[in-house]
């Protein structure tokens, strides 16, 4: 007979949130690195200005900082809001 689902060890289930928050972060800094490594390999191989694909990329960074600011902007007022409601 199969045992249940639920106790089946996920391998998620069995970290701590410390090893998943350095497992997330190793996973930002390796893709910041894989990131970086294509913008050089891009400059070399199509011979482009580093300095006109940095810009690009800087300004996709403020871009999507942008972002995250005015998201979580909007989390704090909704947050904010339904404690004051209380």
Known sequence: MKEPMSRI?????????G???????RTIVLGSLAVAAAIAWLAIEWEA???????YALVSLLLVLFSVALASAGGVLIWALRRRRR
């Open 9 to 17: 060890p996920r391998s998620d289930s069995a970290r701590s949130d």
């Open 19 to 25: 090893q998943r928050q350095r497992r997330l972060t």
């Open 49 to 55: 200005d580093l300095e006109e694909l940095l810009g």
